[in-house]
């Protein structure tokens, strides 16, 4: 059962103390690992897939068959800075689309055997431009928090969290330069495909955001507050609570993985339970990759967010877990071991 997240203290608690990988099923899956059909190491990552989704599940032969998606959208006034290709409006334009099936995230997720869920949060009160101060209260982030929080399947056996908000390419290049310093531009990029001129409208805005907001010891929830947005918010608590029920997680772009961050910076292994789906074109991914400590499953040149990359990457943890699960052992095939 997930507790309530009555406050920003008890998620920070609750990530101090989150709850770990199963060691004896990881040890069930790695013995059965080394007895399958396959000469050892053969299936490469998967077989590390397999055994890691296998510890978090507690169980030493897992199977995947209820996947969800869940799109998270908000709205961020920090687009009247001019931050991005396209206007506010398609926001709520594509919340629609998701809503009617229309958008590549429907296609990716039912290709990939996924439930999907949309939660579009007040659009309608965009978060604050955070070159005039903080995006969001301590308040509004709980509230948001608690969307993602409240929005798991405690009976999902994975999870994929994506986002959609105009804007929030900037969002995460801010977030990722107050919680990992270096210079703006290196966290900067092209979102939707802003050009040269834009780009560097953009790379001022994220230095200060960050020099308005981001002074001080601050940490991961202060720096979402402060930097974030609500789908950012609402994708962390979803991570969060995917932790708490030892649901794995799939990571997304540089947004998701923005999100993700501020919970790591709370608790070094709070990403434990998830893994990159893929590598996203925005520039400035590959180091947030680095920071969080995973290697991408996927790199595809993608750069639409939605969740697609780590829905295109479902399949590839449902092969991993199908081989682990469903091949037979040397003995149970008769097949002669190595020599
Ligand atoms: C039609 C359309 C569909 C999208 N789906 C995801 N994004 C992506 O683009 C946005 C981030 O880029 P920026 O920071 O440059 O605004 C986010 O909404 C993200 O999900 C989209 C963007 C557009 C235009
Ligand atoms: O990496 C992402 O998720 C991404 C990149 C560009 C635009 N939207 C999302």
């Avoid at 990988?21 to 990881?26: E, K, Q, V």
């Avoid at 594509?94 to 659009?123: E, K, P, S, T, Y």
């Avoid at 900067?188 to 230095?207: H, I, S, Y």
């Avoid at 962390?236 to 993985?257: E, K, N, Q, S, W």
Wanted: charged letters at 15%; aromatic letters at 4%.
């Amino acid at each position: 059962m997930l507790p309530d997240l009555t406050d920003l203290t008890t998620l920070r608690d609750l990530m101090r103390d989150a709850p770990c990988a199963d060691a004896a099923a990881r040890q069930a899956a790695q013995e059965r690992n080394g007895q399958l059909t396959k000469p050892p190491g053969a299936l490469g990552r998967l077989e590390d897939l397999a055994i890691w989704y296998a510890g978090w599940r507690g169980n030493g032969r897992p199977t995947i068959t209820t996947p969800q998606v869940i799109v998270f959208a908000g709205n961020h006034g920090v687009t009247a800075q001019g931050v991005s290709a396209f206007p506010a409006e398609v926001t709520v334009q594509m919340v629609a689309n998701f809503q009617h099936g229309g958008a590549a995230i429907n296609q990716l997720a039912r290709a990939a055997g996924a439930r999907m869920d949309v939660h579009a949060l007040d659009l309608d009160r965009p978060t604050a431009d955070f070159t005039q101060g903080p995006a969001m209260s301590e308040a509004d982030l709980l509230a948001a928090l608690r969307v993602g929080w409240a929005a798991v399947d405690a009976d999902a056996d994975l999870l994929v969290v994506g986002e959609m908000g105009i804007g929030n390419t900037t969002s995460a290049a801010a977030i990722c330069h107050a919680l990992f310093g270096g210079a703006a531009e290196d966290w900067t990029g092209r979102g939707t495909g802003v050009d040269d001129a834009g780009l560097q409208v953009k790379t001022r805005v994220v230095a200060e955001g960050v020099a308005r907001n981001g002074g001080g010891a601050l940490d991961g929830l202060q720096i979402l507050a402060r930097l974030g947005g609500r789908e950012i918010a609402a994708m962390a608590g979803a991570i969060a609570a995917a932790r708490m029920l030892r649901i794995p997680v799939i990571l997304d772009g540089f947004i998701c993985g923005a999100a993700a961050a501020c919970l790591q910076q709370l608790n070094s292994s709070a990403l434990d339970h998830a893994v990159a789906g893929h590598q996203s074109a925005e520039g400035a991914h590959r180091d947030l990759l680095t920071r969080l400590g995973k290697e991408p499953l996927l790199a595809l040149n993608l750069r639409l967010g939605e969740g697609s990359g780590a829905a295109l990457a479902i399949s590839i943890l449902k092969g991993a877990v199908a081989c682990h699960s469903g091949m037979a052992t040397f003995a149970e095939a008769g097949v002669a071991g190595s020599a």
